[in-house]
């Protein structure tokens, strides 16, 4: 069982920045992503960005790709999205996923097993 912990949720003005970070347990597979989602009131998740740990790579949702920078501190077993540029629209509950046994940076919440609890984003002036 992977353990996630997200924190690093608050209010931010637009035009701000915020850092968010999940923290996982040790993985027993070879081969894992972590991926951000998040949930807006009245929407259906969406995929906002993941790593693969296979080779480093990621991918980014078109929304977000000049704005956001998902990375990862192997050593702190830690994933974190850095988010600039905030804009009222990137308010919603932020969710840390993962995923074994994939090499591709998936942004399907179907192919993730485990979920965070989440932590709320507000960006407002």
């Known amino acids: 069982q992977v353990q996630l912990v997200e924190s690093g949720g608050g209010l931010a003005q637009p035009g701000g920045s915020l850092r968010l970070s999940c923290a996982h347990s040790?993985?027993?597979?070879?081969?894992?992503?972590i991926a951000w989602f998040r949930q807006a009131p009245g929407k259906e998740r969406e995929g906002v960005s993941c790593?693969?740990?296979?080779?480093?790579?990621?991918n980014s949702a078109d929304s977000v790709k000049d704005r956001f920078t998902i990375f990862n501190d192997n050593a702190k077993n830690t994933v974190y999205l850095q988010m600039n540029n905030l804009k009222p629209e990137d308010t919603a509950v932020y969710y840390c996923?993962?995923?074994?046994?994939?090499?591709?940076?998936?942004?399907?919440?179907?192919?993730?097993?485990?979920w965070g609890k989440g932590t709320l984003v507000t960006v407002s002036s």
């Open positions: 790593v693969s740990n296979s080779d480093g790579s990621t």
């Open positions: 996923a993962a995923a074994v046994d994939i090499v591709i940076p998936s942004l399907d919440p179907m192919d993730m097993d485990y």
């Open positions: 040790q993985f027993a597979r070879e081969y894992y992503a």
